[in-house]
Every structure is written in C-alpha cells, then in structure tokens.
C-alpha cells in the first residue's frame, strides 16, 4: 500500500522536479563548476581548464579584478539595504493611508500608487535620467524655487548611488504598498475594538497588534525587495554603465561586462556564485530571525 | 504524350524545384550597428539600393546603444542567427578573432582592402597577416574650443602647450555660471581614456609599447598631474563631465550650450553637436592638442572602425555578407564617386578611410571643424590594439575618475594605472 503511494506520488511529481531540475538546478550546478574554470564564454565547455580556487582568490586579490568585484560587492549591499530600509516603512504607511475604507478616494490612491509598478523600468530609468539632469533638470529646478542650490544627483560619486535607490524605490514602492494592504486585510477588526476599548491608542493599536500581525507580510516583501535589488541593472545599464568612479557598479552590471563583454566566463562564474551565496545567507538568516521573534 | 500529362508533369517539376531554387538564391543579412536612428535611414536606403541589383538578398539593419554593442556581438556572435554583419572598434578585433567570432575575409576582398586603403588602417583591421574587416572609418583627436566664449575671456587663440591650456582654462572658468574652462569627461571608458591618451601621446609618452603598459614613464607622469591641476585649480568640473550608454549627457548638454569653454574630443561628434547647437555650431572652433613639457609637436590618438562578418553565420550569409560590403565601400555605390559608407560616415563628420573616398569627399573635409582634424591625422598614433585592450581601458578610466573626483593624488593615479595594467595585459596575454 505505501509502495503503492510512493511510487504514485513519485509519478505526480516527476514532471514538476524535472523542470526545475533542468532549468534552476542544472544551471545553477553548471554555474558552480564554471567558477572553478578557467574558460572563455566564446568557446565549449569542453575548453575549460579547472584551476581550483583561482578565479575567487582572483576576486578577492588586490589586482583591478578583486578591487572592482568588491566595490561591487559593496556598492550591491549598500543599494539592497537602502532600498529595503526605504521601502517597508513607506509601503506600511501608504498601506495604511490607503487600507482606510472611509477615507475618500482611497480607491484612486492605491490605483495611482500600482502604477508606477506597471512603468517598464526602461520608461522609469529614461525619465528620471532627465529629471536628474543638473543642469536643467526639473528636480535642481523645483529645488531652486525653494532656495536649495542645483544637486549633481547621478553625477557625483557621493549621489549617484542613491539617486539609483530612490528612482527604484520610487518604481517598486505602489508594489510593496499592495502587499502590505492585503496584510492589513487579514488582520481582525476586532482586536482593534477590543484593544479600544482596554483604552489603547492609536500608537499602540500599531505597536502591538499591527506590527506584529504583520511581521509575516513584511519578511515576505523584505525577501522579495532584497532579491529584486540585488538584480538591478537597467538604470545603471542605461544611465550610469557603473560610474562615476565606480560608485553605480554593481553585481549584476558588473558580471555582465566581465562574464560576457570580456568572455571571462570562469571569473564571472565565480561572481555569480559568490552573488547566490551572500543571498542564500541574507535570506537564511531573515527566516531564521523571524521563526526566532515567533518562538519568543 | 497528352496535354494533360505534360501540365501534370511540369506542375510536379515546378513545386519540387520551387523551394529549391527559393532557399538556394533567397539570403538574409543582418547588419548590426550603433549609429542614431537618422544614420541607420540612410543605411537603410543603400541596403534598399543594394536590393534593387540584387533582389534575393536582404539586408535588415539592427541598432543598439553604444555600450551594448560588444555583449549584443559576444552574446548573439556565436549563433548562427546572431547579426551577420557588425561595426567593430579596432581595439576589440583580437580578443573576437581569437575567439573565432569573425571570419577573416576573402582573399578576393582582402585584396581590394589592400590595395584600396591606407596601409595603416588596414593593419588595424588585421590580426597578424590576416585580414578580418573592411575599414570604414577613422576617428582622431583634438581640442574642440568655443569661440565666443574665448572672445568674452579676451584669449585670442587656440592654446599650444600645457602652460597655455592651464593658463586659458583659468580664464574661461566662471564658477558662479557654472561654467568651466576644460570639460572630462566620465562614465564611458574611450570618452575618458582618449582624450588622456592624445595629451600622454602629445608630451612624448605612450599607453602601451610592446604590448607593455607604459604609465610609469615621467611624461604619463606629467599627465597624470596636469589633470590633478586642472582639478585642484577649479578649472575642470567632474559633475559636468556625465556621459549616458549612449556617448551623450551632462558633458555634451555643458558643451552645446556654453558652459564649457575647451574639450578634447573626436571629429565624430561634429553631428551631436550640430544638431545641439544649431547656427551656434560656427562657434565651435578645432585646434591640434597643446604640447606638454616633454612633447616636441602635437600628436594625437586615433583609432579605426570596421565592418565584420560573423564566423558562424552560413556559407551563403556570410557570401552575401562579404558582396554586399564590398559593394557598401566602392566607389559604385556612392555619390561622385565615393562609396555609399563614406557618405554615411561623412553625413556625421566622421572621415573616410578608402583613398578614393577621401578624395571623394576632398571639399567637406576642408570644412572649418572637420579641417582641424584632417591636419592632425598625419602625426596621430593609434590605439593600441592588444589583447586586454578593453579591461586595459575600463581600469585606466577607474583611475581617472578617482583622479578627477579627489580620491586619488597624481603620483598615486599614475601608480595604480600601471600596476593594473602590466597585470591586465599580462593575463590578457598568457
């Protein structure tokens, strides 16, 4: 009878592991074994050459190589963590301005807060790439009018960087906003009543009821907000290609030139691991935090 | 036999000879490049010019920005269904030859190219003895400097030499107008990197000899400092030195419309800055790099682009591939004599390479802008083209940019930019 069970369970999902088996698991083990190669993107990977540890001594060496991996590295870290940081507190306030069924035009909002989601990131990248312009860009122009000095935005080092994560924050935000609605939509009404009548306020109906009701929709969104960052590549593609001195390269722009630009596809590899690994950690570590708050 | 029989017969031969003889002559072509839509029109017509004579080839034209041509070309060159034809820099050329990404062309072609164009360019299109593109155009550099905005400075001319470069720079810088006396540029590698090169190369020094970096020599030395005081002094501004993926932003927006008084750039720009400046483009005068201390006359880098033919694509595209530049670069498919290219380079201010073209287009390239740039190319050198050519310039770019924005001294710039390049080059080489 179990014999029977397995093997028909077994059947059920051998298509779906099939699948996944053949186009994550495979490239992703494809991956792992380039990392330890020394092979050309232009040519067949019976051309590689296993060289052990050599292409992540290489990234993390002295040389140009490891020196702008790391930067990468770094520059992938600070826009992750920035982005998170701005975009979980934002989609909890607008998601509560918008979750207010008696506030009027509340529909309206959500609407045009969605749809700056719905923007292909192209369009974004091309507008905001104008509206930083410090010359005679409309944001130096606006700031003007309110006797702040022209900002240089993407063209200072010091800027760029974070007039990337806001122009993402800006796009991703309506996106992050409906997740935490449909959080809100979940949470009883009458733990609000209650704790009304136990005499909580506002503040504290917040603390410790909403906050904690929807510590579950956050680590969802904190997980997929870390994973969309850590793909950005269009705006700096398109505007910055990783400058000015370097302060706009991240991974994945960064992969792309070394990996597929100059064919070096076992130091690219060798990124990419290292990529999937700091992810694999960040995310462990986020779950393992959250199932520790539960237990608590 | 019947009348019947007959039309039976000839029916049957007819629909088996018909897919035959439709896949035997019927060729599609795909021409990738990165030149603006306006310029990509008028590939198009002569393509359409081509079709007219030779009706079974069909030749569809792809644009892409700039930065994205080499990985467009890496990533879809090894299919074949990838672009059959591609524009190439000259200093990418090794690195997609030994990766057997271009095909070397014909001996019937490589024999016209020979004998058709300047020895010169088509080394640059070779690898050792063996020919892979045909040249198109050549690029070279100099200094590009507002009149008007020199009249108002009371600086009569062009400046020669470094101390005179400085010396104008100063006088031109307006900071409460923002505006500054020497532009950089930065974001894009040969944006950065060649105006650096024409000024190292105009004091005596060189990038590469050998296939050995030479930027510990005292002229890259000297260079390296005449851009820190150029910084220090205030009279170059790095906010406004921005480039975008394609060749374009602040550093261009800041020269188009005055706020930047000199810049050291190609004669490829002349239509970017027609179309930016409109009547105000008269304003825009050319004269040759200023010598440094260690020069003895002005030189300047130049580099060359080529049409390649992608090694994988079928014997067929690739034959019609090869037919149908040939026909592009003659003097048959042009006007007056020049080739249908040349007239598509020249309709950007860039100058032809064939010696007939050249000749061709004698009238234009004695224009007041293009004049400046023809009379530097005889003393120009070019590029180095060597393996690693491209990481060699993305590092060497890095350092300038550290350099402009502060976060590098001259000495330690100038240190860092060989250490990376005898590494870079060395790997590139093994």
Known sequence: ?296 | MSLAWISKLALAAGLLASPTVGWAQSVNISYLTHWSPETVALLDAAAKDYAKSNPDVTVTVRAVPFGDLLTTLRSQGGSSDGPTIGGIYDLWLPELARDKLVAPAPDAVAGEVKSAWPAGVVSAASVGATLYGIPNEIDVYALNYNKELFKRAGITAAPKTWSELKDAAQKLTRKDAGQQGFGMINSWAAGVVHPFASLLVSNGGELVKDGKPMLDSPQAGETFQLYEDLIKSGASDPAMATADANTTGPFLDNFVSGKTGMIIMANWWESALKSGMGDKFSNIATAPIPVGPSGDKPHSISYSWMTVVNANAGQAEQKAAWDFLVWLNSPKSGKNGASAMSDILMSMGILPTRTSDIEAHKDKLGSEFLSGYVSVLADAKPFPVVPGGQEFSESLQQTLEALQYGQLSAKDAQANAQADAVSILERAAK
């Open chain 1, 1 to 296: 009878m179990i014999k029977t069970y397995r093997a028909s369970a077994g059947i059920m999902l051998a298509p779906a592991v099939t699948l996944i088996g053949v186009f994550i698991l495979l490239p992703m083990l494809l991956t792992i074994w380039l990392s330890f190669q020394d092979w050309s993107t232009q040519t067949p990977f019976s051309n590689a050459s296993f060289i052990g540890f050599d292409n992540f001594r290489e990234i993390f060496g002295p040389t140009s190589v490891g020196r702008d991996f790391k930067r990468a590295l770094l520059n992938t870290a600070i826009y992750t963590a920035l982005s998170v940081m701005l975009i979980l507190p934002l989609s909890v306030v607008f998601g509560l301005m918008v979750h207010q069924r008696d506030v009027a035009g509340g529909t309206a909002l959500r609407t045009v807060l969605f749809s700056t989601y719905m923007v292909p990131m192209i369009a974004v990248t091309l507008v905001w790439s104008k509206l930083y312009s410090p010359s005679e860009g409309p944001l130096n122009q606006v700031l003007g009018l309110a006797g702040i000095g022209p900002q240089l935005w993407l063209s200072s080092p010091r800027s760029a960087l974070i007039s990337i994560v806001v122009l993402n924050v800006w796009q991703q935000i309506g996106y992050f906003t409906v997740l935490a609605v449909a959080g809100l939509t979940q949470i009883p009404g009458s733990l609000y009543e209650a704790a009304t009548l136990d005499g909580a306020n506002r503040r504290e109906q917040f603390r410790f009821i909403t906050l904690p009701l929807l510590s579950r929709t956050l680590l969802f969104s904190a997980v997929i907000a870390i994973i969309n960052a850590v793909q950005v590549f269009e705006p700096v593609a398109l505007i910055t290609q990783g400058g000015p001195v370097g302060s706009t390269n991240v991974l994945t722009y960064h992969i792309r030139r070394v990996g597929i630009e100059r064919a070096q596809g076992g130091l690219g590899s060798a990124m990419a691991v290292m990529l999937m690994l700091a992810l694999i950690v960040i995310v462990c570590a986020l779950f393992a935090f959250a199932n520790r708050k539960d237990d608590e």
